[in-house]
């Protein structure tokens, strides 16, 4: 058995350092999907963009799906065959999405890559945690790691963006197969052959309502990605899917309950108001995360950039990011109230959002959008810290990894392309309200050639829609806030209740003492 971590005796601890790094930072950058290059492999495979979507929400379900087995995988395997077995893994996974002109093998092979490269990123979370917290302090944890794998994303975004633009698509494919046998021979050479526990075997585990919780997530996703495509709830496709991820999840939920071993605690989620509630929050933020589409829209197709500027400008949010990390360390050090922390994010993406329905216009300079981006990543780095920090408040970490997955899989695929859904049904109808507003006007007008206005025409209607979908964002502060600021967080006094209710039967309350419990 072993406490000192997966490397050798004979490695020295700054060459541990130094290979954690090594490790940590490729395998939190390899994705079935590069936002950078969605368009690209969309084109190249000659394929709807919704394919390409799906296959990048599928990475995410198949991280959520591994997080439920990781304990009970670090129990069977050694830390050395985690990591240099799923590397191997990801390498041809990553090769094989490089070489094929199939889309419905870039889905699946995103979603094994996001299953096989969770393993080993939490066999080198687990001594990053104690080398950043050796007390164990959850909020001192978060405050640094959140901030360093958002900075991670960006940065790779960025790097695979130049890489796209100078090369070709399947480019960051075949660097990632590299890198990832680089991992894999790095692995033989310094991790030692001893185990985490006695080992545990497999057939213990619930692999049908494994399976049952992929599929579920899987039909979710094909409903909430197509949906606009297929024309909203008018489709079959679309009221199929959904039905039978609904139906898949309920067998999931029932067939746990009657499991001993429970892989995925469903009644937590019930139970603890922290968890649920931080649920919710998570649905709110994904509304804010998915307004991204109508920066997206603004900056191609009305000013006309390209990936790789796009890329550039999403580098500004990392000082946003760094900042919400330095102000949650301070605030979870001197116990800061938590709901204060958590309104001052939705703030900034308030803030971000005000500002971006104050900037568009159909010309400006980039540098004006420096500031929306820096506010983007403080509110996008204080909520994921926040959030995490607060759904895991009391929680062991058996019955945090029970519900871990769901977490994930909310906080990344269901809550954005939920919040998507309702971003793109808005846009889409504010648009066509913009093109029939602009064509009463066009009727006072003789023109000899309409077909030369209406690119204008598009561009004008595309800006007035943006204009009213990031107007009535700003808007939603107002409820998100009283929601936020009213919530008791864990802490609710209820001998403030009981008083309360002695007032309003007229009963009197002298003698009585206000605790001052209520956060």
Same mark, same amino acid.
């Given at each position: 058995m072993?406490?000192?971590?997966?490397?050798?005796?004979?490695?020295?601890?700054?060459?541990?350092?130094?290979?954690?790094?090594?490790?940590?930072?490729?395998?939190?950058?390899?994705?079935?999907?590069?936002?950078?290059?969605?368009?690209?492999?969309?084109?190249?495979?000659?394929?709807?963009?919704?394919?390409?979507?799906?296959?990048?929400?599928?990475?995410?379900?198949?991280?959520?799906i591994a997080v439920t087995i990781a304990l009970r995988i670090k129990m069977y395997f050694r830390s050395k065959e985690i990591i240099a077995g799923s590397a191997i893994v990801l390498a041809f996974l990553s090769y094989m999405i490089g070489v094929t002109d199939n889309p419905l093998v870039v889905v699946a092979g995103s979603f094994f890559i996001g299953f096989f490269k969770m393993f080993p990123i939490i066999e080198m979370i687990l001594p990053v945690m104690f080398i950043l917290s050796p007390s164990g302090d959850k909020g001192r944890f978060y405050a640094i790691f959140y901030p360093l794998s958002i900075c991670i994303g960006q940065l790779s975004s960025y790097l695979m963006s130049d890489l796209i633009f100078n090369s070709n698509w399947q480019a960051p494919y075949f660097i990632m197969s590299i890198l990832m046998l680089v991992i894999a021979a790095l692995s033989l050479i310094f991790q030692h052959n001893q185990r985490f526990c006695f080992k545990m075997p497999l057939y213990q585990i619930d692999w049908l309502s494994l399976g049952l919780l992929a599929v579920s997530a899987m039909a979710f996703n094909v409903g909430l990605t197509f949906m606009r495509q297929q024309g909203w709830f008018s489709s079959p496709l679309i009221m199929g899917s959904l039905l039978m991820g609904i139906l898949f999840l309920l067998a999931t939920i029932l067939r746990q309950k009657t499991r001993k071993r429970k892989l995925?605690?469903?009644?937590?989620?019930?139970?603890?108001?922290?968890?649920?509630? $931080?649920?919710?929050?998570?649905?709110? @933020?994904?509304? +804010? !995360? *998915? &307004?991204?589409?109508?920066?997206?829209?603004y900056t191609v197709g009305v000013l006309g950039y390209n990936n790789l500027i796009n890329s550039k400008l999403n580098l500004w949010m990392l000082p946003g990011i760094v900042i919400a990390g330095v102000y949650a360390?301070? $605030?979870?050090?001197?116990?800061?109230? @938590?709901?204060? +922390? !958590? *309104? &001052?994010?939705?703030?900034?993406?308030?803030?971000?959002?005000?500002m971006l329905y104050l900037l568009i216009q159909p010309q400006m300079n980039i540098e004006y959008l420096y500031i929306p981006m820096v506010l983007k990543g403080l509110g996008m780095g204080i909520l994921f810290i926040g959030i995490w920090f607060y759904a895991s408040l009391n929680l062991e970490m058996n019955d945090l990894l029970g519900i871990i997955g769901i977490l994930l899989m909310v906080r990344t695929f269901v809550a954005t392309a939920f919040g998507g859904a309702i971003i793109g049904w808005a846009t889409y109808q504010s648009q066509w309200q913009s093109l029939n507003d602009i064509s009463m006007y066009l009727d006072l007008g003789d023109f000899t050639n309409g077909?030369?206005?209406?690119?204008?025409?598009?561009?004008?209607?595309?800006?007035?829609?943006?204009?009213?979908?990031?107007?009535?964002?700003?808007?939603?502060?107002?409820?998100?806030?009283?929601?936020?600021?009213?919530?008791?967080?864990?802490?609710?006094?209820?001998?403030?209740?009981?008083?309360?209710r002695k007032v309003i039967k007229g009963n009197s309350i002298k003698g009585y003492k206000f605790s001052n419990q209520l956060t």
């Open positions: 072993y406490n000192q971590g997966p490397f050798a005796d004979w490695v020295p601890k700054p060459l541990m350092l130094l290979l954690i790094i090594i490790f940590l930072f490729p395998l939190l950058a390899v994705m079935g999907v590069y936002s950078s290059n969605t368009t690209d492999i969309a084109g190249a495979l000659a394929t709807y963009s919704e394919y390409i979507s799906l296959a990048n929400n599928a990475t995410t379900i198949g991280m959520a995925i605690k469903f009644d937590f989620i019930v139970k603890r108001v922290n968890i649920w509630h $931080s649920l919710i929050l998570l649905m709110i @933020l994904g509304v +804010f !995360l *998915a &307004s991204s589409s109508i920066f997206i829209q360390f301070y $605030s979870f050090k001197n116990k800061w109230n @938590l709901r204060y +922390f !958590l *309104a &001052s994010g939705f703030v900034a993406f308030f803030l971000h959002t005000l077909m030369s206005i209406y690119g204008t025409v598009q561009i004008n209607a595309m800006l007035a829609s943006l204009k009213i979908v990031l107007g009535s964002l700003c808007w939603l502060i107002i409820p998100i806030l009283t929601f936020v600021l009213t919530h008791h967080y864990g802490q609710f006094n209820y001998r403030r209740l009981i008083l309360f």
